[in-house]
């Protein structure tokens, strides 16, 4: 079973940084591309940023760009999530993820890739 916690939201003010961290179990968080996707109250879930295994490839959703920057740890089994200049739109479950299927080396923005979620953790923007 295929296993990751997320942790680091919370309440933060607008403009401020934060930090997300997915800790995964390690069985499968080698070899694996891993993402970041959020859910706005009322809304889907949509892609944020991901990162190839090896972490020289990413990709960052448009709204973010500039802001967020994702990056791992493979020693850790650890993927992160730098999130800055926070708006109150950025208010969201954020949820990380590990890419299935042969190709699951490579970083991918479709959500429908991912086969393995974290339990999400809220973020919450004060303005």
């Known amino acids: 079973q295929v296993q990751r916690v997320e942790s680091g939201g919370g309440l933060v003010q607008a403009g401020g940084p934060s930090r997300l961290s997915c800790a995964d179990s390690?069985?499968?968080?080698?070899?694996?591309?891993m993402g970041w996707f959020r859910q706005p109250p009322g809304k889907e879930r949509e892609f944020v940023a991901s990162i190839s295994w090896g972490g020289g490839i990413t990709y960052y959703a448009d709204s973010v760009k500039g802001r967020f920057t994702i990056s791992r740890d493979n020693a850790k089994n650890t993927v992160y999530l730098q999130t800055n200049s926070l708006k109150p739109e950025d208010k969201a479950v954020y949820y990380c993820?590990?890419?299935?299927?042969?190709?699951?080396?490579?970083?991918?923005?479709?959500?429908?890739?991912?086969?393995?979620w974290g339990q999400g953790t809220q973020v919450t923007v004060s303005s």
């Open positions: 993820a590990a890419r299935g299927g042969l190709t699951r080396r490579v970083a991918s923005t479709n959500k429908n890739e991912y086969d393995y």
């Open positions: 390690g069985r499968t968080f080698t070899g694996y591309a």
